[in-house]
């Protein structure tokens, strides 16, 4: 009896994974749609984000832009920077003039500069030489990575902090030729600007 209803709650426990597996693309992507906003409903929605990149042939250029980037937010706002990343990047490749995953790029890597920027501190304070010059490499290539996708969000979004802190890396990295081109980059580069990836059911 014990193992008969151990079996009844295993197959109600994962029978929402299998119906989930067992939905159309469309009907998939409309459940998806409806709760990828919601606070309480993240983990569902990113499960269902990953059974969408599963089906990606099966999706438009926009849907799959749209789930890309999405789950690459869901995973940031539950703790997972690390795994946000490849899926920005990705919906970056997909959509490129949509510039909202280029601001969530630019400042996961601007937080990584912050935390290399308060290391090199403690070693100049310890007179560390070799370790401090080891982070401004690493804070270097860090801040380049950083700077294109914190440009393009500025370009399509402006806004005064934004661009104070795209100009304080440049300053940091001794660059005043970025910083004097600066505002001819910006005017290029808002000619292809998407800012909202509409739903296509």
């Known amino acids: 009896m ?43 929605a990113i499960s269902l984000a990953e059974e969408l990149i599963k089906k990606a042939p099966e999706l438009s250029k926009t849907q799959l832009g749209n789930v890309t980037y999405h789950l690459g937010r869901l995973y940031e706002e539950t703790g997972n920077t690390e795994k946000a990343i490849p899926y920005y990047e990705q919906a970056i490749k997909i959509t490129p003039a949509y510039f909202v995953p ?14 290399i920027g308060a290391k090199m501190n403690e070693a ?35 806004d005064e902090e934004t661009k104070t802190i795209i100009n304080n890396l440049y300053q940091s990295l001794k660059d005043t030729a970025s910083i004097a ?18 739903d296509e059911y």
């Open 102 to 115: 280029y601001r969530a790029l630019g400042f996961i890597l601007l937080s990584k500069c912050n935390a």
């Open 181 to 198: 081109s600066l505002d001819e980059r910006l005017k290029k580069m808002a000619t292809n600007c998407i800012s909202l990836l509409e």
């Open 2 to 44: 014990k193992k008969h209803l151990l079996y009844i709650l295993l197959l109600l426990a994962t029978s929402p994974f299998c119906f989930a597996q067992t939905k159309s693309v469309k009907d998939l992507y409309w459940d998806y749609s409806q709760i990828r906003m919601e606070d309480t409903q993240k983990s569902q």
């Open 124 to 158: 100049g304070k310890a007179k560390d030489l070799k370790l401090h010059k080891e982070l401004y490499a690493k804070y270097r290539e860090t801040a380049l990575q950083a700077l294109p996708y914190l440009e393009k969000s500025q370009a399509c979004d402006p």
